[in-house]
């Protein structure tokens, strides 16, 4: 099988790889599209992601869709041609934030793309069954790569506790920003400010469902929350764009007794904010770690229309142009929101 593998800091090759051998729980993807996501792109660019180092070579993408080519005899719950998207976070089940319902802080977690543990840039790859789940016709395999995405969203909804009525800034309107803008429009947020560098991600924002957007190269972000909000602040700020910056903007943004959640993976491995703006203030920091539970919930909503994918897909690549797709998102190209690599 062709495969596209990082030996260094932007030194990413297509060769030929033996095809998986799928072992006892496992099955055997055709995969049919693989997302370029902006932890993939740090790694593509540094040949590191936080600690965690590249050493040999890898196959990078974690998010993704295929076709199953083959199951284990035990696997029942998935077939053979079933299309399906796949969790990324192979968790170990057993130890003790597993047992109590936290697979994303798994202390034995194995994540495709993420060194030692290839990743979905492949023609085939072998994965546990039991992290698939059933796509609906209504969901092409370009939908399917960004419902990880989607449950990260949902996931940082769920640790704003966002309510009715309240007031919310995302901060980077990147896949997964705009994806949590969607989710706080759903939760019956009644304005929604968000901002970044770009003028087109603001107009994907304003799509998506915020109310207010800024170029935040233009104005001073918290100036302008603070005269909006006369002063209050808002009630969740999603911190979604990984910027030195703006970890502080959000705790700035916050109102008194408010959550601040933050996403982004900053490139220098450090996250920095005031703290006596966030002490006086009483605010809730939350630290997204992935997801946990959310596949199911990010399909109902695609399916139903409630989550809007498929306009987020902005670019496509075969594999063997992979590492323009890199490069496009790396310079942030052409108005990319969303690159595709299509196997």
Known sequence: MKAALLYGPKDLRIEERPEPIIGPGEMLLRVRAVGVCGSDVHTYLHGRIGPTVLQSPLILGHEFGGQVAQVADEVDNVRLGDRVAVDPARNCTTCEFCLKGHPNLCENLHFCGLWPDDGALAEYMACPARLAYSLPESISYGGAVLLETLGIAIHAADLGKLRVGYEVAVLGCGPIGLLVIQMA?????????????????LEFARQCGATDVLNAGEADPVAWVAEQTKGRGVDVAFEA???AETPTQAVEMARHGGTVCLIGIPVE?????????????GLTIKLVRRMKHTYPRAIALAQRGLAELQSLLTHEFPLEEAEKAFQLVEHYGDGVIKAVIRL
């Open 185 to 201: 429009r759903l939760s019956g947020a009644t304005r929604i400010f968000a901002t970044d560098l770009l003028d087109n991600r």
């Open 269 to 281: 491995d450090r996250t920095e904010f005031r703290a006596s703006s966030a002490r006086r203030k």
């Open 241 to 243: 764009a990984g910027a």
